[in-house]
């Protein structure tokens, strides 16, 4: 229960996976090109996890699997670097943001212990830690700033998660949802956030709680949250189902 390391297999993931290719929705890789887009610079003269994400982009989902390491790092930037103003973005308009119900709890379900759902205070009462990393849209825009908040570590290892699971589920309650590989949940910079811009999170930024997870892209990050799961069975996503590459970065 407590071992960190995943043992889903790349060739596992692969399985899931394949119904979607079959269906035509997973690209193979991206082309140069597309990066640039993506990134929103010259891929050439960048560092760090922009070139990180450019060497994963061009693999299959299985190599990008295989080739994953905890230790890969997101790159981090000075407070000078962040990106002012910050921009919104969603499957919907910023004024069609959701409002939080003030009894908002977070759900949580599957291969885990305790099941008690999490308010707010209990959640600020976990131990946080705060990131100032790249958010990169895959519609060709990227920018930086702050989170801060729960590493999905600790609160996966709080709720006693079964870290050999192969998925950890999100899902929205403004109907996004999206998933990860366990390999990804338990990466240091993997975090829960309650905190953007040293402010508590505004609700076009997520409130009360988000996903943020550097090593990927922007749509990964889920807003919104309503519950995590963890689970075996291959969750999808809302962008992902429509042929968004599942894995999305390193
Ligand atoms: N709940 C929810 N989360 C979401 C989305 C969404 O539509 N709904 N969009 C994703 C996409 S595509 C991006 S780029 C980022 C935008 O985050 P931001 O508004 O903080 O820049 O949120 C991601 N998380
Ligand atoms: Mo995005």
Request: charged residues 20%; glycine residues 8%; proline residues 6%.
């Amino acid at each position: 229960m407590n071992r960190t390391k995943p043992v889903v297999t790349a060739a596992e993931i692969q399985k899931d996976l394949m119904p979607l290719r079959r269906r035509g929705l997973l690209r193979g890789g991206l082309s140069l090109g597309a990066l640039t887009l993506l990134t929103g610079c010259d891929l050439s003269t960048h560092s760090g996890v922009d070139a990180a994400l450019e060497a994963m982009l061009r693999f299959d989902d299985e190599v990008q699997a295989a080739i994953f390491g905890q230790d890969r790092l997101a790159e981090t930037y000075p407070a000078s670097a962040l990106t002012i103003p910050f921009r919104f973005n969603a499957y919907y308009p910023e004024w069609e943001v959701p409002n939080v119900d003030p009894n908002w709890h977070l759900a949580v379900s599957g291969l885990v212990a305790d099941k008690t759902p999490w308010s707010l205070a209990a959640l600020r009462a976990l131990p946080q830690t705060s990131q100032i990393t790249r958010h990169i849209c895959i519609e060709g825009w990227s920018q930086i700033g702050q989170w801060s908040g729960i590493p999905l570590q600790v609160f996966l290892k709080r709720v006693g998660a079964d870290l050999r699971a192969r998925y950890v589920n999100f899902t929205c309650f403004d109907g996004y949802s999206t998933s990860i590989d366990m390999a990804s949940a338990l990466h240091p910079q993997t975090i829960l956030a309650l905190v953007f811009d040293n402010q508590p999170l505004a609700p076009q930024w997520g409130a009360p709680l988000r996903l943020r997870i550097p090593t990927k892209l922007g749509f990964k990050s889920a807003k919104n949250l309503q519950s995590i799961e963890v689970t075996n069975r291959f969750p999808g996503g809302y962008w992902e189902n429509q042929g968004y590459d599942w894995f999305a970065g390193v």
